[in-house]
């Protein structure tokens, strides 16, 4: 595979404060690279760079083969982009806006062929402005298709929709890799980004915190094992069973989930007790803390804020 977008010491200021602060990385073609960060941490800056939309201070970008800030049509030509709102004309049906928007393209996706994708087959003659939400979040995802590029940005792609259309969703996205178009994502969803993405950027302040895959970055990160199940009555106290663990104990009713750096020495401790007593631990479940506690661990650590 080549590198679709490539960047390297990317930097950009406003005055004395520099909102883009050194990045470097490359996106690959046909994989699904998200970023991820909280307000303020740069992502819309460099997307916007990416796109050609904002100038950079200092660095070397390449997109598609092209500098983004002269690339021009040529550029704009092989990508689409999904914009968190955009500004169509409400008042136009669903088909008269791809067949609006497809004029733009020398590459054309046939309007029929888009809305079915996009699941908006009985809506196709009627105005965006009777859509719902989640429906007029899925005409910027065909506005996004309509020239059919070789390169997706998607911002916040799926903001509005119930889970049965986020699904819906998450199945194209996986389409249109599996057809060899490399997407760049932001989101805030973090399920999103772990079912998604190859790879994913944490940024905080200007800065990519770590870059790899979902689970390089659970690896980087210091999340613990959790451990669950349904403490069994016994006639012992249920201290003299937990207290030697090595984690910390979280307990509801009989629900007791341990979050543990020492998942094993644990998970002995606590089967050989349930063995010795004949007892089942019912519910055990031992696994690894998702992106989301990844994602969180590292901004702490970033920020200095990470348990000694």
């Known amino acids: 595979m080549s590198a679709v977008i490539e960047v390297r010491d990317l930097v950009k200021t406003y005055g004395s404060s520099r909102v883009v602060d050194g990045m470097s990385f490359s996106i690959e073609e046909g994989e699904v690279f998200a970023f991820l960060g909280p307000n303020g941490a740069g992502k819309t800056t460099t997307i ?41 004309d409400r008042e136009l049906s669903v088909r008269e806006v791809l067949d609006l928007y497809r004029s733009a393209y020398t590459r054309r996706r046939d309007v029929d062929e888009l809305i079915e994708l996009v699941g908006l087959d009985d809506k196709a003659d009627d105005r965006v402005s009777t859509l719902s939400g989640g429906q007029q979040r899925r005409v910027d995802l065909a506005l996004g298709l309509v020239g059919d590029p070789d390169l997706i940005f998607l ?14 969703s998450w199945d194209l996205i996986d389409n249109l890799t599996s057809l060899g178009r490399t997407i760049v994502l932001t989101t805030h969803y973090l399920d999103e980004a772990e079912h998604l993405a190859d790879r ?14 979902p689970d390089d970055l659970r690896n980087a990160a210091s999340t613990d094992t959790k451990i669950t199940f349904r403490l069994p009555v016994v006639d012992s106290p249920a201290g003299d069973f937990l207290e030697p663990l090595a984690g910390r104990v979280i307990g509801r009713s009989r629900e007791i989930e ?15 007790w349930a063995v010795a007593r004949g007892v089942e631990l019912e519910g055990l479940t031992v696994s690894r803390g998702g992106l989301e506690d990844a994602y969180l661990d590292l901004l702490a650590q970033d920020n200095g804020e990470a348990e000694s």
């Open 258 to 272: 341990v979050v543990t750096p020492s998942p094993t020495a644990d998970l002995a401790h606590l089967t050989s």
């Open 155 to 168: 911002d916040e792609p799926t903001t509005g929709f119930d889970p049965g259309a986020r699904r819906r």
């Open 48 to 88: 916007e760079i990416l796109e050609g939309h904002r100038k950079r201070s200092s660095g070397e970008v390449s997109v598609l083969g092209f500098d983004p800030a002269s690339g021009g049509r040529a550029m704009r030509d092989r990508f689409g982009i999904v914009l968190q709102s955009s500004g169509i």
């Open 200 to 213: 994913v950027a944490v940024l905080n302040e200007g800065r990519i915190v770590a870059v790899g895959t």
